[in-house]
Nanobody, 116 residues
């Protein structure tokens, strides 16, 4: 099992920045990718950014150039630096971990609200 704990959400004005953190515990040796998804009211959950154990990153087109995903030195922590935030970035952000078995794990979610 893998447990994910997120932190760092909050309220920010448009143009501001926030940094989300996600710490994984448990069977972290079996994780081959971690990432962030978000879900706004009435919308489906969507990928924001993802980083593999090898360091390869993927971003959604809507956040490219504004958001940066990175890992901590211990590799069990993933960060999402969000700059130039827009009101349309408002959503619940979920940390995600994929294990080598293909099994997915999710955090509890953290609210990000960007005011105009």
């Amino acid at each position: 099992q893998v447990q994910l704990v997120e932190s760092g959400g909050g309220l920010v004005q448009a143009g501001g920045s926030l940094r989300l953190s996600c710490a994984a515990s448990g069977s972290i040796f079996s994780i081959n990718a971690m990432g962030w998804y978000r879900q706004a009211p009435g919308n489906e959950r969507e990928l924001v950014a993802r980083i593999t154990s090898g360091g390869s990153t993927t971003y959604s087109d809507s956040v490219k150039g504004r958001f940066t995903i990175s890992r901590g030195n211990a590799k069990n922590t993933v960060y999402l630096q969000m700059n130039s935030l827009k009101p349309e970035d408002t959503a619940v952000y979920y940390c995600h971990a994929q294990r080598t078995s293909g099994y997915d794990h999710w955090g509890q979610g953290t609210q990000v609200t960007v005011s105009s």
